[in-house]
């Protein structure tokens, strides 16, 4: 059975503190992998990853993928208070619909 | 260009009673995929349709069920309601699987009384 385990599940940090999120994944088809944020109700993308070992990078934000140890991490600097939110990861597989870990609801505090 | 629209945003429902819920996918879009959200369980996949077809089932009771129409808008509905069905119901669409992205809408909070 597919799975995705994303942790911690819960942090709180202050403002300027750098957090890193983890996500390992056991599915088939693996064809990449997506990092959303959640805020009030719908979840925004964030990162698509397909290759190993290529950062992508979006302002404070990074994420990397090793495909052979089978785990994601999204990496936070600066925090605001404007980042806190769930944050959720999700292989996307060939032919079928995405599945969730269940999340990490980060908490920034000023 | 106009994002997923899922409606009703919100909804109260009576135990026993069904409800409908809709979602418009993205223009062009012919996969939509359906999530229920309670906290602490995270997404919960319920299925995925592509073309009117429904290609994936999540592990649900037989109370839930959905449809695609050929306008590629799709709508779930439970039947006999429960109260621990009370959640934020969330659709997503995408182009296809695999290395398309996916957009959510912004989900229909059911709750059940």
């Known amino acids: 059975e597919d799975k995705v385990v994303q942790s911690p599940l819960s942090l709180v940090v202050h403002e300027g503190d750098t957090v890193t999120l983890n996500c390992s994944y056991e599915?088939?088809?693996?064809?990449?992998l997506l990092w959303y944020k959640q805020e009030k109700k719908a979840p925004t993308f964030l990162f698509m990853l397909?290759?190993?070992?290529i950062e992508k990078k979006s302002g404070r934000l990074s994420s990397i993928l090793d495909k052979k140890e089978l785990f994601s991490i999204l990496n936070i600097t600066a925090t605001q208070t404007g980042d806190s939110a769930i944050y959720l990861c999700a292989p996307n597989r060939a032919g079928t619909a995405l599945i969730f870990g269940k999340g990490t609801t980060l908490s920034v505090s000023s | 260009k106009a994002g997923v629209t899922q409606t009703p945003r919100y909804l109260i429902k009576t135990r026993g009673q069904q409800v409908t819920l809709s979602c418009s996918p993205i223009?062009?879009?012919?996969?939509v995929s359906w999530y229920q959200q309670t906290p602490g369980q995270g997404l919960q996949f319920l299925f995925e349709?592509?073309?009117?077809?429904?290609?994936n089932k999540g592990n649900f009771p037989g109370r839930f069920s959905g449809r695609q129409f050929s306008n590629s808008r799709s709508e779930m509905n439970v039947s006999t309601l429960e109260l621990g069905d009370s959640a934020l119901y969330l659709c997503?669409?995408?182009?296809?699987?695999?290395?398309?992205?996916?957009?959510f809408g912004s989900g229909t909070r059911l709750t059940v009384v």
């Open positions: 349709y592509f073309s009117e077809t429904q290609r």
């Open positions: 397909t290759s190993s070992g």
């Open positions: 997503a669409s995408s182009l296809g699987t695999g290395f398309y992205g996916y957009t």
């Open positions: 223009s062009g879009h012919r996969s």
């Open positions: 599915v088939t088809n693996f064809r990449s």
